[in-house]
T-cell receptor, first 112, second 109 residues
Framework: EAQVTQNPRYLITVTGKKLTVTCSQN?????MSWYRQDPGLGLRQIYY???????DKGDVPEGYKVSRKEKRNFPLILESPSPNQTSLYFC???????????FGQGTRLTVV | GENVEQHPSTLSVQEGDSAVIKCTYS??????FPWYKQELGKRPQLIID?????GEKKDQRIAVTLNKTAKHFSLHITETQPEDSAVYFC????????FGAGTRLTVKP
């Protein structure tokens, strides 16, 4: 089954404790991206990747890192999480830039 | 970069009525305009999309119109049903994809 898989689905952590949210797709898609969803603000892009070893900042990259060492994986790294990073995070992939984006199940992160 | 504005933020209609959601975008290089539906607690899923070389596209009760000159596009849902209740996001994609802030649609039985 074609899918985008994120883990974990829920995470509660403390300020400053490094964490990684994983994202994997099995559709051989080149384009992957991370979004955060906050009430009233919609989906804001954090980082995106056009292909392996190619990443670029979105609208809200501060406090986040990403890597794209393999085509199927695009992890989101929070080196030192802060409470303002409490949000619902979605990973998405698409075959090319201007085509349908397939979203993961979402990761609800709470930083206390 | 691209800026997408979406209106209204909330919309309530009676079952059977039509619903219209409007979006504007800023980057003339954008050429792909998808609409996503997000049901409560679920991931966004594509419901319809349109490319810049087309002015209108229809799929059963859902239609999207695009005015490239004015840089705006709209989602039209006819004969609304309670299961249409969700948050709807428009997006514009050119150099990258940007989403609107979303519209929470409630269809009252």
């Amino acid at each position: 089954e074609a899918q985008v898989t994120q883990n974990p689905r829920y995470l509660i952590t403390v300020t400053g404790k490094k964490l990684t949210v994983t994202c994997s797709q099995n559709m051989n898609h080149e384009y992957m991206s991370w979004y955060r969803q906050d009430p009233g603000l919609g989906l804001r892009q954090i980082y995106y990747s056009m292909n392996v070893e190619v990443t670029d900042k979105g609208d809200v990259p501060e406090g986040y890192k990403v890597s794209r060492k393999e085509k199927r994986n695009f992890p989101l790294i929070l080196e030192s999480p802060s409470p303002n990073q409490t949000s619902l995070y979605f990973c998405a992939s698409s075959g090319a830039l201007n085509t349908e984006a397939f979203f993961g199940q979402g990761t609800r992160l709470t930083v206390v | 970069g691209e800026n997408v504005e979406q209106h209204p933020s909330t919309l309530s209609v009676q079952e059977g009525d039509s619903a219209v959601i409007k979006c504007t975008y800023s980057d003339s290089a954008s050429n792909y305009f998808p609409w996503y539906k997000q049901e409560l607690g679920k991931r966004p899923q594509l419901i319809i999309d349109i490319r810049s070389n087309v002015g209108e596209k229809k799929d059963q009760r859902i239609a999207v119109t695009l005015n490239k000159t004015a840089k705006h596009f709209s989602l039209h849902i006819t004969e609304t049903q309670p299961e249409d209740s969700a948050v709807y996001f428009c997006a514009a994609s050119g150099h990258d994809m940007r989403f609107g802030a979303g519209t929470r649609l409630t269809v009252k039985p």
